[in-house]
């Protein structure tokens, strides 16, 4: 299974960890740390040292609760890290993701060197759907039921995952509709977006009835809010240990990618999944 992303193809066939770069000011995790381009970049390059296949550059929180970021703050905050990035690691391998639903910075990153498009809309923006079309970049489209500004003030479902499944593959309907190879597709869950725990759950529970559909599948599960009540209403930066028997049972179940904030400590845990999946 390989993932491509403009010039540079990913190799799926053992999972692969995506590494969290929020330079926002209210992201749930790490908000605020890297608002500045420098400690961006840098900590950017350390997570692909780390083993890192992707750098995923977010601009706009997407908490729950959180708000809209402007377009053109939303560009001014990821374009310096998108540029310096894809020049620190040409010719490495690592891909440069942007985390974003707007179309003007899907171009704009595309054109920088950015060779994946997450989008926690699904390319549901006006305009989002053609801007991927556009280029060469991969595209992961996320399940979210509602806005994250609503998302989590009373989320119902009749059958979770049924209802994921169908959201998801008609999305990547209108993708291949407009010209974006199959190549180039990956899914996403939406774990924690207009979800309960309970719904999380079942989700991970069931994750093989969505890698199964032969779509890579995305998971983003690192410090988020359920580890914190699993565990006792453990704060963020507590929910290592939690992030990562989450990723590994993720990985066991199916998925390709694995989004992480703490990408050493996911890295290892992935590579004991491959070793064992190797002997199967």
Not at 118 to 145: F, K, W, Y
Not at 153 to 163: I, T
């Amino acid at each position: 299974m390989r993932l491509r992303c403009g010039a540079r193809t990913l190799d799926l066939s053992h999972p692969v960890v995506m590494g969290v770069l929020n330079v926002t000011p209210d992201s749930f995790s790490d908000g605020g740390k890297y608002l500045e381009p420098e400690a961006a970049v840098e900590h950017g390059l350390r997570m692909a040292a780390e083993g890192a296949a992707i750098i995923d550059v977010g601009g706009e929180s997407t908490r729950p609760g959180a708000a809209p970021v402007p377009v053109e703050e939303e560009l001014r905050r990821v374009m310096p890290v998108i540029e310096a990035l894809a020049g620190a690691l040409a010719g490495s391998g690592v891909v440069i993701s942007v985390d974003t639903s707007k179309p003007e910075v899907i171009a704009a990153a595309a054109a920088a060197g950015a060779g994946l498009i997450n989008d926690i809309r699904a390319l549901s923006v006006p305009g989002a759907l053609e801007a991927v079309a556009a280029t060469d970049c991969a595209v992961c489209l996320m399940h979210m039921q509602g806005e994250p500004s609503t998302m989590q003030l009373a989320p119902r479902y009749e059958n979770v995952v049924d209802e994921v499944r169908t959201f998801l593959l008609e999305r990547v309907r209108h993708c291949r509709t407009v010209g974006v190879s199959a190549d180039r597709i990956v899914i996403d869950p939406g774990f924690g977006f207009g979800k309960t725990l309970e719904h999380n759950l079942e989700l991970l529970r069931r994750l093989e009835e969505l890698t199964g559909t032969g779509w890579p599948v995305l998971v983003g599960l690192s410090r988020k809010s359920m580890i914190g009540r699993l565990l006792g209403e453990r704060p963020a930066d507590e929910r290592l240990h939690g992030s990562v028997a989450l990723a590994v049972i993720s990985a066991m179940k199916g998925a390709r990618i694995v989004r992480a904030h703490d990408v050493a400590a996911t890295v290892d845990a992935l590579k004991m999944v491959s070793a064992v999946q190797a002997g199967g």
